[in-house]
């Protein structure tokens, strides 16, 4: 299964604008460029909910998961054909704040309050630091997290330097689809607290003295579909096929038996998937060709298209989407709680056959979540 939850806190960090909040800015930025006094960055923070995954863990209802950041982007500019971003799990708490992104020159616009580049907590407008209030971010061993230093401002955050993902791009979209398993799972280890992620550029592209232009994101506040997600990925297939009879030819039809127009986001039904021969053989029979039922070959997956933008919002994934198999022929479970609500989906199937041969059927099954 693919379960996805939703950004509860994102917000960039500048280092030119040290003390500027954008906690509820549309968008996230990842920033490095040249200006007259040097070189400046951004960093993003971004925090998930993990109380509901952390449980479900524990109990045994999911194993061995695999978790995968998405940002979309909306704007790229002046960027190198080849760059690496990393993503660390938080070492400190921080505030998520009321602000929004300005030009350094609209000082009387600047809202303060809450995390920034020098502050994780700002809790007055003054752009003076008050010690009794103010909470800056405080450095850390290097054997456990790190906070860095540019152009003599102290800040950009602290993290735990030991676990991260990585993903490299070379010549394509800018959207991030990050593997973050090792720092998703260190946040969810005992007695760890969960202050969320820090993105930045990987290696000496995020500490050299070289402009790399920028990389902007949709943020929770978007009012579009491109909310930031985290992916938890698992494998909840059982195949037992016994009875039945595998669908061997890409002359086949794939139908859902019982899907329904609408779901409540609480529930998780049992898609019912079965298949057939399109052109079954003549026989002497009381019983129509028609109603005999196939198994789809166990290297079937599903995969959940948004019907307006016909993207995937859930992929095929060998180890999140596999179809499982009973006496009854293929199914999976759907988790309708990871979807937007009020939006129209669409299933696909992708079919590996015995030859090897890759077979994909969008016969157009849709689903609202309300």
Known sequence: MIKSTYASNDTSIFEKSSSMNTGVDSLLELTKASSSVGIFTSRVLIKFPLE???????????????????????????????????????????????????????????????????????????????ASR???????????????????????????????????????????????????????????????????????QETDTNSYGTLKFFSRETNTVYQPRLEVVYDDSSFNSTGLTELTTDEGVVFVKNLKHEYSNKETPKIRVLGRTRYPVKTFSTQSNFKSINFLPTSSYYGIK??????????????????????????????????????????????TQSDQSVVVYDENFYFKVK
């Open 306 to 351: 948004d019907a307006i933008t016909d993207e995937f919002v859930v992929p095929y994934s060998s180890k999140g989407t596999k179809l499982s198999c009973d006496s009854n022929g293929n199914y999976f479970n759907l988790d309708m709680n990871s979807f937007m609500r009020e939006r129209y989906y669409k299933l696909c199937f992708q079919v």
């Open 134 to 204: 103010d909470t800056q971010w405080t450095s850390r061993s290097l054997a456990v997290g790190s906070d860095m230093i540019y152009s003599n401002i102290t800040g950009g955050g602290t993290w735990y330097s030991n676990y991260y993902g990585t993903q490299s791009f070379s010549n394509e979209s800018a959207d991030i689809r990050m593997n973050v398993t090792a720092p998703i799972r260190y946040l969810l280890s005992e007695s760890r607290a969960n202050d969320g992620l820090i993105i930045m550029r990987s290696g000496s």
């Open 52 to 130: 509901e995954i952390s449980a479900s863990c524990a109990a045994g209802k999911i194993t061995n998961p695999s978790f995968f950041l998405n940002l979309y982007q909306t704007e790229v500019s002046e960027t190198p054909q080849d760059y690496s971003l990393i993503a660390f799990p938080v070492s400190q708490s921080w505030i998520n704040g009321t602000g929004r992104a300005v030009e350094p020159t609209q000082v009387s616009k600047v809202t303060r309050t809450g995390a920034s580049w020098q502050y994780r907590n700002k809790q007055n407008e003054s752009i003076k630091y008050v």
